[in-house]
């Protein structure tokens, strides 16, 4: 419980957020296994289009 505590509280910090200020065709990718997404309903009635993608396989790629 405290190591997720502490989880939250560290990604809650705007230093460790990316934020997107959406535009006319903007496209965003992120990888689930990595980041922890969060969307922010501000857009108004704006229409936004998202699709997921899921890839099977048994490679995973390392990071950098």
Known sequence: ???LEFL???T???EFQ???RWS???VIMWDNLCV????VHDFGNAHR???RVALVGE???KAP
């Not at 922890?36 to 969307?39: E, Q, V």
């Open 1 to 3: 419980k405290c190591l």
């Open 8 to 10: 939250y509280q560290h």
């Open 12 to 14: 809650s910090k705007p």
């Open 18 to 20: 990316c934020r997107i």
């Open 24 to 26: 006319n065709n903007a």
């Open 36 to 39: 922890k997404h969060r969307g």
């Open 49 to 51: 289009e998202m699709q």
């Open 59 to 61: 490679h995973r790629p």
